[in-house]
Nanobody, 121 residues
Framework: QLQASGGGLVQTGGSLRLSCVAS????????MGWFRRAPGKDREFVAG????????YYADSVKDRFAISRDNAKNTVYLQMNSLKPEDTAVYFC????????????????WGPGTLVTVSS
């Protein structure tokens, strides 16, 4: 029901935009989040956006470099990633929760398969 795309290989300092399209149902009233899992590490919160798009939240490690947004008419959430660093290399997942946006994976009800982002040095 959630499908992320847009990952790939990029050099340090480059940009990518990830998209997450919802199908089978709408997530207009769901908080949406992006998480990532780097090799050998646990899944971590990256960014979140409330159902209206009015409030956004970021991990300190990506603040001022990443931007999350959503287009409810298209059932799509985006993650614009700029000034990418090798430490941003990870599989990125989008997720939805029926409620407030939180930073805990356990609070999210729906997950999509991830998309791999590789940042070369």
């Amino acid at each position: 029901q959630l499908q992320a795309s847009g990952g790939g290989l990029v050099q340090t300092g480059g940009s990518l935009r990830l998209s997450c399209v919802a199908s089978g149902r709408t997530f207009d009233d769901y908080g949406m989040g992006w998480f990532r899992r780097a090799p050998g590490k646990d899944r971590e919160f990256v960014a979140g956006v409330t159902w209206s798009g009015g409030s956004t939240y970021y991990a300190d490690s990506v603040k001022d470099r990443f931007a999350i947004s959503r287009d409810n008419a298209k059932n799509t959430v985006y993650l614009q990633m700029n000034s990418l660093k090798p430490e941003d290399t990870a599989v990125y997942f989008c997720a939805a929760q029926n409620g407030l946006v939180t930073r805990s994976c356990q609070d999210y009800d729906y997950w999509g398969p991830g998309t791999l982002v590789t940042v070369s040095s």
